[in-house]
Nanobody, 121 residues
Framework: QVQLVESVGGLVQAGGSLRLSCAAS????????MGWFRQAPGKQRELVAT???????NYADSVKGRSTISRDNAKNTMYLEMNSLKPEDTAVYYC???????????????WGQGTQVTVSS
């Protein structure tokens, strides 16, 4: 099995910054793409940012320019740093990782339990 554990989000004032982490553990041969998603109340889950195993990144327009996704492959850990936070960034943030558990086989998407981020105005 594979577990993804996110750091605690918390309450941040608008204009502030936040750094989330996501650590993967368990039976892991290789982690391919990793990403952060978020879901606000009454809305569908949406992509925030993704990062490949080689470090290529992709961001949603809503966070581009004020967010940085990174990963430490040696630690099977991913990070998301968000600056200039806005009330509309309030959501439950989920990490996801496409994990290959054996040298031969496909990668399956695993999800973290989610962490609440609340931005106050």
């Amino acid at each position: 099995q594979v577990q993804l554990v996110e750091s605690v989000g918390g309450l941040v004032q608008a204009g502030g910054s936040l750094r989330l982490s996501c650590a993967a553990s368990g039976t892991i041969f290789k982690i391919n793409d990793m990403g952060w998603f978020r879901q606000a109340p009454g809305k569908q889950r949406e992509l925030v940012a993704t990062i490949t195993s080689g470090g290529s990144t992709n961001y949603a327009d809503s966070v581009k320019g004020r967010s940085t996704i990174s990963r430490d492959n040696a630690k099977n850990t991913m990070y998301l740093e968000m600056n200039s936070l806005k009330p509309e960034d309030t959501a439950v943030y989920y990490c996801a990782a496409d994990v290959q558990r054996a040298p031969i086989g496909v990668a399956y998407r695993n999800w973290g339990q989610g962490t609440q981020v609340t931005v106050s105005s």
